[in-house]
C-alpha cells in the first residue's frame, strides 16, 4: 500500500471495528513466510465486511508482510478494480498468486467466490467453497501452508432473500461477468435490490464480527488437492459453527 491507502484502510478499519463490534482471535502465529490466507465471504463480493474484518485482525497480528487480495475480474468490468488496486487488489488468478508469492507477498483468497459472497439469509453461515482446489494446489506446488481466516456476521449486514442463481443464469450474467449469482436484498440505501448490492457499496447493518486465523495447515503425504481443500474448508466450518453456535443475528 501506499501510504495514502494505508491511512484509508487504517480509518475504514478503525469504523468498522467500532460500528461492527469486530473481535479478532489469533488461534496460532502467522508463518514467516508467505502463505495463502483462505478465508469465506459474509456478504458481497467487491465490497465485504470480511475483507475489512481480514484487515482489522491480519493488522492485530503483527505480521507486517504484504498482502495481495485476489479479487473477481467483475471489479475491473464495471470500473472500480483501479480504484482497489492501491489497497493490494489484484484480478484472481493463479499467474497473479503464484507472482505475489514469489515476491515474498501474502494471497488472499476466497475460494467460493459469488457463490459463497451472494449465498441466502439461510446459508450465511455456511462455507461454500464449491468444490474449487485451486488454493490447495496453490499451496501445495508452493511449498508453502495454508492460513484459514473464519470471520462471522458480515452475512447479516443486509437481507438476502434469493441467492439469485437462477436470475444469473436467465439473464447471461455467468458469462458475460463470470457471477453464478444475482441476489436479491434489501439494504440501506438501496432497498429491495437485485444484483447491486455487494458490487457496488452499501451500508451495512450494524452485525457484531469476528475473525479468527486458525493455525496453518500443511498437506498430508498422499493426499489429493481436493482432499485438502475439503480438510481446510472443514476446519473453517468448524470454526464458523463455533463462532455462531449461541449467535443471534445482528446482535451478535
Do not use: C
Not at 16 to 42: K, Q, S
Not at 51 to 61: D, E, L
Amino acid at each position: 500500500m501506499t501510504d495514502w491507502s494505508d491511512r484509508i484502510a487504517r480509518a475504514l478499519e478503525t469504523a468498522v471495528a467500532l460500528y461492527n463490534r469486530h473481535e479478532t482471535t489469533i488461534a496460532a502465529p502467522i508463518p514467516d513466510e508467505p502463505v495463502p490466507f483462505v478465508a469465506n465471504h459474509g456478504f458481497g463480493g467487491v465490497f465485504d465486511l470480511n475483507v475489512v474484518a481480514f484487515g482489522i485482525a491480519h493488522r492485530a497480528s503483527g505480521d507486517d508482510r504484504p498482502v495481495i487480495a485476489l479479487t473477481h475480474q467483475v471489479a475491473w468490468q464495471l470500473g472500480v478494480g483501479k480504484l482497489l488496486e492501491p489497497f493490494g487488489a489484484r484480478s484472481a488468478g493463479r499467474a497473479t498468486a503464484d507472482e505475489a508469492l514469489t515476491d515474498g507477498k501474502h494471497v488472499l483468497v476466497f475460494p467460493g467466490g459469488d457463490i459463497d459472497a451472494f449465498k441466502s439469509w439461510k446459508d450465511r453461515n455456511t462455507v461454500m467453497f464449491a468444490g474449487r482446489a485451486g488454493f490447495a494446489r496453490l499451496a501445495r506446488e508452493a511449498g508453502v501452508p495454508i492460513v484459514p481466516v473464519v470471520t462471522s456476521g458480515g452475512g447479516e449486514s443486509v437481507i438476502v432473500l434469493d441467492d439469485g442463481a437462477a436470475l444469473a443464469e436467465a439473464t447471461g450474467a455467468r458469462e458475460r461477468f463470470r457471477l453464478h449469482r444475482l441476489p436479491i436484498t434489501v439494504s440501506i440505501p438501496w432497498g429491495i435490490n437485485i444484483g447491486t448490492v455487494g458490487l457496488l457499496p452499501y451500508v451495512p447493518l450494524p452485525t457484531k464480527l469476528r475473525t479468527t486465523f486458525l493455525p496453518a495447515m500443511h498437506p498430508v503425504p498422499a493426499e489429493t488437492d481436493d482432499d485438502y481443500a475439503d480438510r481446510v474448508r472443514t476446519a473453517m466450518q468448524t470454526e464458523l459453527d463455533r463462532q455462531t453456535r449461541h449467535r443471534r443475528p445482528i446482535i451478535g
